[in-house]
């Protein structure tokens, strides 16, 4: 199964230095059964692209926390981050009572050998993700405006990079 996990850079320098990462409360997203049931138009892709994009806004509250902790990265602390990995559909367990994307990995980290690509905000989102991260709770909350500061944010595509090229991308951001 394709998982696309919510992270920061910081996380991503832990999977290059340990060769695993953790994942957050073992929360990722993907295309459930129950996403796919939601949706009465789309072909797969446009509905794993839902589940990714769930992934997206899910990074901005852990580059929340990581800022409100002192914990960001010191070079790039707005910068979202979702890795994709495989793994075996036994170790996602789907999670429709948090949302019909969550899945709840049976176990807390993904190595590095389960990464099938990495996702990254590139230098011209930076402005829209700070005020996303600052906007987040607001809008999980309700707030109108706030929703549209966090769909700014979402509004911008991540690079995708393959696995191989995670060495370089931290050692070239």
Known sequence: MRLFIPATLSMLET??????MPVRSATAFAATPALVESYAQGDAEEIAHVAFLEAARASLRLLGGEIDSGA???AHPYRRVVVSVDVPDAEAEPRPDLD????????????MEEVAAVHVDLAGAVDLVRDAVEAVDRADLGDEDAELTVGDALDMELAWYDAVELPFLLTLL
């Open 15 to 20: 999977l290059l230095e340990g060769g695993e």
């Open 100 to 111: 019909t994307a969550v899945v709840r990995l049976t176990r807390g980290t993904v190595s």
């Open 72 to 74: 960001a990265h010191g």
